[in-house]
T-cell receptor, first 110, second 114 residues
Framework: GQQLNQSPQSMFIQEGEDVSMNCTSS?????WLWYKQDPGEGPVLLIA?????ELTSNGRLTAQFGITRKDSFLNISASIPSDVGIYFCALIQGAQKLVFGQGTRLTINP | ETGVTQTPRHLVMGMTNKKSLKCEQHLGHNAMYWYKQSAKKPLELMFV???????ENNSVPSRFSPECPNSSHLFLHLHTLQPEDSALYLC?????????????FGPGTRLTVT
C-alpha cells in the first residue's frame, strides 16, 4: 500500500520559533491533508490542499501542495504553547480511504 | 467537542475477555469509521460503514468484529485479543464515505490488552 514519509518525527523548539515539517509520497495524489492531534483527543483537520502548487493559510499555519504532487509541507510561525501535539499529513487513496503519515511530535519549551 | 463520542475512554482487558467499544456521532452523518493508532505507527483504517452497511474491511483479524445498528452508532466487539492489539482506537464519521476529507474524529478508546 501507499506509504507516506513524514519528517521530522519529533521537534523540540523554543516558544516563538517557526516550525516546518513535510511529507513525501511515492505516487501522485490529488489531495493533501494536514491534521493535528492533541493529547487524549482525535485528529482535527487543519488544512486541506486540492491543487498542485496550492498554498493555503489558516492563521499562523501555512501548507503547500508540491508541484510534483508527491509532497507537501506545513509551516507554523511564531509557535505558542498550544501548538504542542502531533501533526499528521494524510492522502486520500481510492474513494474512501485516508492514508496517514507517521506524525511529527512537536514539543515547545517556554 | 467534535460531535463524535467514544466510550469507554480507557479499557484494560485480558486476552480471554470479551469487550465492546462504542462510538456515537451527533452530526447526522451517514458514514462511520474505525481506525487503529499504535505507538510509532501511522493511523490505520480498519472498517468503513455507509448507511449501516460495511463498505471496507482493511484486512482486519476476525477477533475484531464491528457492528453498525444505525448511522449514528458504531461498535467494535473485541474477543481473544493479543497484547499487540493494545492501541488507541479512534472512531470517525463523515457525511458520506467519499467525504473522507471531512471526517470528524472522536477522542478514542485507549485499549490495553494484558
Amino acid at each position: 500500500g501507499q506509504q507516506l514519509n513524514q519528517s521530522p518525527q519529533s521537534m523540540f523548539i523554543q516558544e516563538g520559533e517557526d516550525v516546518s515539517m513535510n511529507c513525501t509520497s511515492s505516487s501522485i495524489f490529488n489531495t493533501w491533508l494536514w491534521y493535528k492531534q492533541d493529547p487524549g483527543e482525535g485528529p482535527v483537520l487543519l488544512i486541506a490542499l486540492y491543487k498542485a502548487g496550492e498554498l493555503t493559510s489558516n492563521g499562523r499555519l501555512t501548507a503547500q501542495f508540491g508541484i510534483t504532487r508527491k509532497d507537501s509541507f506545513l509551516n507554523i510561525s511564531a509557535s505558542i504553547p498550544s501548538d504542542v501535539g502531533i501533526y499528521f499529513c494524510a492522502l486520500i487513496q481510492g474513494a474512501q480511504k485516508l492514508v496517514f503519515g507517521q506524525g511529527t511530535r512537536l514539543t515547545i519549551n517556554p | 467537542e467534535t460531535g463524535v463520542t467514544q466510550t469507554p475512554r480507557h479499557l484494560v482487558m485480558g486476552m480471554t475477555n470479551k469487550k465492546s467499544l462504542k462510538c456515537e456521532q451527533h452530526l447526522g452523518h451517514n458514514a462511520m469509521y474505525w481506525y487503529k493508532q499504535s505507538a510509532k505507527k501511522p493511523l490505520e483504517l480498519m472498517f468503513v460503514y455507509n448507511f449501516k452497511e460495511q463498505t471496507e474491511n482493511n484486512s482486519v483479524p476476525s477477533r475484531f468484529s464491528p457492528e453498525c445498528p444505525n448511522s449514528s452508532h458504531l461498535f467494535l466487539h473485541l474477543h481473544t485479543l493479543q497484547p499487540e492489539d493494545s492501541a488507541l482506537y479512534l472512531c470517525a464519521s463523515s457525511q458520506e464515505p467519499r467525504a473522507v476529507d471531512e471526517q470528524y474524529f472522536g477522542p478514542g478508546t485507549r485499549l490495553t490488552v494484558t
